[in-house]
Every structure is written in structure tokens, then in C-alpha cells.
């Protein structure tokens, strides 16, 4: 519950949308739907070209790309509280576990 109710306040170009999601009880199965992601994954990139990527700057493109995401999530504020203290607003407010 806390991840999708995360998911619905962020907005940025290299983070995927959130749409929204279905539960189905009797199967015990939660549904999320996001944005398609056209380019694929980085390991697809490298399945495609080999185990390379073929340029140096489609390298520093996609390292570009994930940086900025992580940036956007590390500096979000939406997780504070009024009992944030600023040593925890110091560290990462959302961490990604499933970068792709």
C-alpha cells in the first residue's frame, strides 16, 4: 500500500507513470500498471549490441537518464513528515531497488 500511494506523487520524465492498480482478492494478486517504457531496459540494450552498448554516448545518454531519476527520488520530499528531523532529510527519501 505504501509503495502505490508513493508511486502515485512521482512526476518525472525517467520515472515511469503510475496508472493504477487491481487487486483481485480471490486469487490473492495486485495488479500495478505503469507506463510503458518503449526503449526497454538497459539489459535489453546490452542483449541486443552483444554485451556492449556500441557508442560511448549512448552510455553516457543512459547514465545521464538514471542519474537524473535517482536524483529526482532521492531528493523527494513527499516522505518527510513534521518529524523529520534534517539529518534524515540528509539521506536518500526514496531508494530504488529495481533499477532497469
Not at 14 to 42: D, H, M, P, Q, R
Not at 66 to 71: A, H, K, M, S, Y
Request: with cysteine; proline share 4%.
Amino acid at each position: 500500500k505504501k509503495e502505490v500511494t508513493l508511486m502515485k506523487q512521482l512526476t518525472h520524465k525517467n520515472i515511469v507513470c503510475y496508472y493504477g492498480t487491481e487487486i483481485l482478492f480471490e486469487e490473492c494478486k495486485l495488479y500495478i500498471f505503469c507506463e510503458w517504457a518503449s526503449g526497454g531496459s538497459v539489459a535489453g540494450l546490452l542483449e541486443k549490441f552483444g554485451g556492449s552498448l556500441p557508442e560511448e554516448e549512448m552510455i553516457r545518454k543512459y547514465t545521464y537518464q538514471t542519474l537524473e531519476g535517482l536524483v529526482y527520488l532521492h531528493n523527494h520530499p513527499d516522505t518527510w513528515t513534521s518529524k523529520t528531523t534534517p539529518f534524515e532529510k540528509e539521506r536518500p527519501s526514496i531508494i530504488h531497488r529495481d533499477i532497469k
